[in-house]
């Protein structure tokens, strides 16, 4: 079976750095998303992952390790437009996604 | 392109009653995807669909729930008899089959409440 882990809510302030953190198991390992989902909207694709290391998209990061079944996402210079929840997800068509992390951003 | 189109966005119907809930997928995308999104369990893929044909139904919760594509820019998800606990947003979604980071585009859902 596979399995999803991550945060269920983190809070930050606007202009900082924030690391949202996802790890996974599963029997085959085939990508990994990151999906960003407004209250209330559909989700939308932020990045995906399918070898190690850090995939830079300007203020997002995704970073991939496969042996230890981690990601993570980086957002920099937060903004109160950033409040979301951010689901981490593993598959390649059969997408399982994690329960979400719902990011509050405080001026 | 207009994205993925749902219909209808929002559903209210009475326990054994049927639900037809459609989706548009963006043109030119061979795959399609329905999910359920609930506060306890997240999203859960249900079927998908590639080039009309269903590839893997294992998450359709049970025989009350049934998924057609008769066509490559149409396909519904039907609930006979619906349950209260059936309430939750349904998204569907669609892909290009093969394109390289395998995105995949979400309609704006339908949130159904069965009472």
């Known amino acids: 079976g596979q399995n999803i882990d991550q945060p269920t809510e983190m809070t930050a302030t606007e202009g900082a750095i924030v690391q949202i953190n996802c790890t996974y198991q599963t029997s085959g390992f085939n990508g990994l998303f990151w999906y960003q989902q407004h209250a209330g909207e559909a989700p939308t694709f932020l990045s995906y992952n399918v070898l190690d290391g850090l995939e830079e998209k300007g203020r997002f990061s995704s970073f991939l390790s496969r042996s230890k079944g981690y990601s993570y996402l980086l957002l920099k210079e937060l903004q109160m437009k950033d409040s979301a929840s951010y689901l981490c997800?593993?598959?390649?068509?059969?997408?399982?996604f994690g329960t979400g992390t719902r990011l509050l951003v405080s001026p | 392109d207009a994205g993925v189109i749902q219909s209808p966005r929002h559903e209210v119907t009475e326990m054994g009653q049927e639900v037809t809930l459609r989706c548009k997928p963006i043109s030119g995308h061979n795959s399609l995807f329905w999910y359920r999104q609930t506060m306890m369990r997240g999203l859960e893929l249900l079927i998908y669909?590639?080039?009309?044909?269903?590839?893997?139904d294992s998450g359709m919760p049970e025989d009350r729930f049934s998924a057609k594509m008769p066509n490559a820019s149409f396909s519904t998800l039907k609930i006979q008899p619906s349950e209260p606990r059936d309430s939750a947003v349904y998204f569907c979604a669609s892909q290009l089959q093969g394109e390289a980071k395998n995105i995949q585009y979400f309609g704006a859902g339908t949130r159904l409440s069965v009472l």
């Open positions: 997800a593993e598959g390649f068509q059969k997408l399982v």
């Open positions: 669909f590639n080039n009309n044909v269903p590839i893997d």
